[in-house]
């Protein structure tokens, strides 16, 4: 990685060690710094809190990957820790990505836009060089409830400046500490970002995983309606 331009990837996990493997190859040669947040999440049902298949093993294996661990914390709170990480750490880029995805990069591509974007930011000449932005990334995702059938997409997933933005209530609402009147919700990404292309699937992810992951899901989604109606007003979801 060039000296004067950080890129980091966020990574949330749990008791995922096989797509953690796979997710980890696939970055880390485009990162300086993999940021892996593990612990189960709160209204997840198990007997642990911590991942215990050989997740830890799996990050420690990376030389440049940092682990933390906070169990029981909402999704939320833990996509805020590798934010205020990557603040911290003075990360120019963060890119998010769970551990049951994978990257396809062309990494000149990549990172030629990624050094046009900030060197565009930084010579503005309007004090854009430390503004917090997100960026779309495509992604072609496919779940276990779906099997046969693959979604594409854009997804908010590349931030610049990550250590000013933090989610609120819900995954895809997103603020600027410094300027809470900035709020960056799904499909309101600055522009899209090219040369990489995240795949989703749970095809590594245990039956037992699946199971639960399932009842998970479906409290989350009953929690993200509720806050949906606050934020975007009584239409309809």
Known sequence: MKENRRIAAGIIS????????????????YVDLMIVID????YFEDDHDISSDNSRDVVES??????YCYPNLTEIEKRNKYLEFAGDKNIDFLLVID???FAVVNEVEFLFNLDKLRNSKINSG?????????YGVKIFEKHFEKPNFIRERYIERIFYKPGKLRYQSIHCNMVDID???RNFTTGKYSSEIHGITLYNDDDLRTHHYLERSVQYQ???LEGERAARKKIFGQRRL
């Open 14 to 29: 749990f008791d995922d060690e096989r797509g953690l493997q796979r997710c980890m190859n696939s970055i880390h040669e």
């Open 99 to 101: 551990s049951d995805e």
């Open 126 to 134: 309007r004090r854009d060089g430390d503004t917090p932005d997100v």
């Open 39 to 42: 612990g189960k999440f709160r």
């Open 218 to 220: 479906s409290i989350l």
């Open 62 to 67: 990376f030389s440049n990957s940092a682990y």
């Open 179 to 181: 300027n809470l009147s």
